[in-house]
């Protein structure tokens, strides 16, 4: 499948790697292990030994070297062969190495040209670290289809009022009539829902229950990497006495039918309130779990295979931000292939 | 795969599509949401949102309109969408419809051209409606396999001497040798058992001890509907006297190793006896799940994605009336491509 | 898949094939029925009806002949039809057949020319058949992955110290430095290891704890059969004295990524101990499955259907022997495609 390499793809939130442990995920078709080293460096490695192809995640580590578990090769986290026990070593033996940053309580994977591998590529999240622990949280979905059906899912909110109607939802978004912007390579999307009912769980949870304005942006950097902030008052109330989120929604491709979905939520009110925050991550993560991910999941299987663009969609005023998003990304690989066409698989190797 | 199109297959029965309900049910390869509208017929269409591919069936039923669960979108019976909660209604989000009968406690779809879908094309089958509850039983059996297997299946009844011996079958049939014709697009099979032991199941059921005349006849018509009247009578016993069972067996394919199998059984005798009816119905039921089933999916395991005739089947005899069934559907298939070849899906699409 | 076919291939344990019961098994991509005649000897059909491709292991044996659960036709072993209770007998209803050999308590298929099919080109094994009931073990495995990956695991005893560290492994493998010969046909190698720390398992079972010297010795022959002898003694005793094992490592192809794994065990100590001998077993196929059998399996799954050469192994110096068997057998499956081309499916077939 085509997918952009010159750019950073979360890989996992950091926690996820412990040190001494390893973690295998697949990442743009390529099978991948995480391991930290004596230092508690992120290191990762193509998950396939060069000798004889065992996946080095069924080996261990010790130090700053994962041995394989099948003949015994150590390699560094520089993907160098520094232990052969049964002989001498040689650089035909390496594996190869991927640039990975630890940031914004995640780990970042370059898959493209590891020169162009800079640390100021990263994504502006440091909101992330700024928040305390009790007005954070973070899931994670596995999900199914293709990564842009589930960028295109956090693109048009209208989605909440038919989708999640009883707790995110409630017809505002459909009423709000998005406005959507680009700015410098970013795609920006926002809805404005004046003197409006409380949506189910601004109700239940904020104890909101005259009518609302609220208003919710959704920001979109490459290769899938959205930001939500999202505020409401009741009406008539100055936007900064109200208490507000910002969201993360991180969609990574393992393949051409299965997503990586991250998602993490701060807030600017309550911020010490350990009971909400645990309550509003559960909500989340079961809707996600039990509303977006069976629904992507049947519309790409309905799909049966083919592409988008060759299903020709029925596009509506509500797939502008979606669609220009699509648009944005597909030049950005069309002219990554132009200008580095050997970090992009033929092909034959799809 | 090659499908015949233009003629009603049989898609549920009725009962499996209550009002506001939603059934969907892959037909053809293509996969259908069957609903009642506020005036209980049934309607038909795709099952995949034009907008954005989610399957209908995964929303709801609104009066006489299916909505979309993800984006609000709402369809009546025609594929026509009625409803567009985020814009103006446009040509462009109408949703591909198919006729659809209601008859014989069961619900028929015409895959073809819809132009020449007429009611009077539905097969004859009066006596299912004809028949008291106590006096009627119906089924289920998801099979594997192609559907000319199962066609084949009630074509060579010979089959219940070796695969049933201790219900249907004791060689009777096989001793018979069956007489085949065609009439009118039809084709007839027929067995007649003279002076023969019972089978297990007349002896259980029917306390017939002594020796039966028995004549069992089958009618197939296009594309996969079968009638099988079946009578016995203690020998010398005039055949007016004797009860007799006519019972149905409908093969609708799903795709090319998959079909529905539909089947249904009347009779003319003791037909207030409920009880009488249950058993039959769930022995019935147990034949073709536990014996029949395995049989047929372990037949299509092992030709391994062949065709056919590619496998150069050695025939017998007992293969006279299913080769006859098989060669005028291909016939009728052949003829249809070449006078509608717009309604046959091309090579590529398969 | 190229295979070599002019050969015998061990297809199963001779008690998995019981007097009036069937085997059905996959060998080399066909699908195979096992069955004993009513003079004991092993027969083998394709296991597919030639009439409508009911697999025969659905049937019943009976006397000399297999018959078809479908509509009856019964074969003998040599695949002739010899009952047709709807019409003539021809030859036309041949069913393939294959010749078997039981010996050395297994059974052994000949996939190619039949003609060539003779018993002098059994592997010598007669020391399975010497071992005395308390000193002989057997088992099996089915493993995921291309049987040459399980032939090589076998032929680079080195994987022992890093899979199998606290029961076969230890280091001595490793620090060994294995021996590679030809000869007529075979590949040997050997390990020996003087004065080293007892293995694991040899402290445990055998109560050796001082340094001991011990040597291993694998012989491959065509197309996958290994016996593996090893013996050990404390460092200094004649090797005559200590006690030695001689076991059977076989390995089968089912199809390009399956394969048939069957292994036994002899020892020329403590013969008539039945509680060593059952502790022995269990402790192997407890190895084999748990940790053998998933290391193969991901490596063949880590190497996404590429051939082996396809990938650049980086091979060491313990491939010596693998590879010197990668290189004969393909060189042998040439020779015989040159030379019997008949007995080759096409690249179609595959």
Request: net charge negative; with cysteine.
């Given at each position: 499948?085509?997918?952009l390499?010159?750019?950073?793809?979360?890989?996992?939130?950091?926690?996820?790697?412990?040190?001494?442990d390893?973690l295998?995920?697949?990442?743009?078709?390529?099978?991948?292990?995480?391991?930290?080293?004596?230092?508690?460096?992120?290191?990762?490695?193509?998950?396939?030994?060069?000798?004889?192809?065992?996946?080095?995640?069924?080996?261990?580590?010790?130090?700053?070297?994962?041995?394989?578990?099948?003949?015994?090769?150590?390699?560094?986290?520089?993907?160098?062969c520094?232990?052969?026990?049964?002989?001498?070593?040689?650089?035909?033996?390496?594996?190869k190495?991927?640039?990975?940053?630890?940031?914004?309580?995640?780990?970042?994977?370059?898959?493209?040209?590891?020169?162009?591998?800079?640390?100021?590529?990263?994504?502006?999240?440091?909101?992330?670290?700024?928040a305390?622990?009790?007005?954070?949280?973070?899931g994670?979905?596995?999900?199914?289809?293709?990564?842009?059906?589930?960028?295109?899912?956090?693109?048009?909110?209208?989605?909440a009022?038919?989708?999640?109607?009883?707790?995110?939802?409630?017809?505002?978004?459909?009423?709000?009539?998005?406005k959507?912007?680009?700015?410098?390579?970013?795609?920006?999307?926002?809805?404005?829902?004046?003197?409006e009912?409380?949506?189910?769980?601004?109700?239940?949870?904020?104890?909101m229950?005259?009518?609302?304005?609220?208003?919710?942006?959704?920001?979109?950097?490459?290769?899938g990497?959205?930001?939500?902030?999202?505020?409401?008052?009741?009406?008539?109330?100055?936007?900064e006495l109200?208490?507000s989120?910002?969201?993360?929604?991180?969609?990574?491709?393992?393949?051409?039918?299965?997503?990586?979905?991250?998602?993490?939520?701060t807030?600017?009110?309550?911020?010490?309130?350990?009971?909400?925050?645990?309550?509003?991550?559960?909500?989340?993560?079961?809707?996600?779990?039990?509303?977006?991910?069976?629904?992507?999941?049947?519309?790409?299987?309905?799909?049966?295979?083919?592409?988008?663009?060759?299903?020709?969609p029925?596009?509506?005023?509500?797939?502008?931000?979606?669609?220009?998003?699509?648009?944005?990304?597909?030049?950005?690989?069309?002219?990554?292939?132009?200008?580095?066409?050997?970090?992009?698989?033929?092909?034959?190797?799809?």
């Amino acid at each position: 499948m085509r997918y952009l390499y010159n750019c950073w793809y979360m890989a996992a939130w950091a926690d996820e790697v412990s040190k001494g442990d390893m973690l295998s995920r697949k990442l743009l078709d390529q099978r991948i292990v995480f391991f930290r080293d004596s230092a508690n460096r992120v290191q990762a490695l193509r998950d396939r030994c060069p000798h004889r192809f065992a996946p080095l995640s069924k080996g261990r580590v010790e130090g700053d070297v994962i041995l394989c578990g099948y003949h015994g090769l150590g390699f560094d986290g520089s993907g160098t062969c520094t232990l052969n026990p049964h002989g001498p070593l040689t650089r035909a033996h390496a594996v190869k190495s991927y640039p990975v940053q630890e940031a914004f309580r995640a780990l970042w994977i370059w898959m493209g040209d590891p020169g162009k591998a800079s640390r100021h590529l990263l994504p502006a999240l440091g909101f992330v670290d700024a928040a305390p622990d009790t007005a954070f949280s973070k899931g994670y979905v596995a999900g199914k289809g293709h990564y842009q059906l589930w960028s295109d899912n956090i693109m048009d909110l209208t989605h909440a009022d038919f989708l999640h109607p009883t707790t995110l939802g409630g017809g505002t978004f459909t009423r709000a009539k998005a406005k959507v912007s680009e700015y410098e390579g970013k795609v920006r999307i926002r809805w404005d829902c004046m003197n409006e009912e409380p949506t189910p769980l601004m109700r239940s949870m904020r104890d909101m229950t005259g009518k609302v304005d609220s208003w919710t942006e959704v920001e979109w950097s490459a290769p899938g990497i959205m930001t939500l902030r999202n505020g409401s008052v009741p009406t008539g109330t100055p936007r900064e006495l109200g208490g507000s989120v910002l969201n993360l929604h991180i969609m990574t491709p393992e393949s051409k039918d299965k997503t990586h979905y991250f998602f993490a939520s701060t807030r600017d009110f309550a911020e010490d309130n350990a009971d909400l925050n645990a309550m509003f991550a559960r909500i989340r993560q079961e809707i996600f779990t039990t509303e977006d991910e069976p629904m992507i999941a049947a519309q790409y299987c309905a799909m049966e295979g083919e592409e988008f663009w060759t299903l020709k969609p029925a596009l509506l005023r509500i797939d502008e931000g979606s669609i220009l998003v699509r648009r944005r990304l597909d030049r950005m690989i069309s002219e990554e292939e132009q200008q580095s066409p050997a970090i992009h698989p033929s092909d034959e190797a799809e």
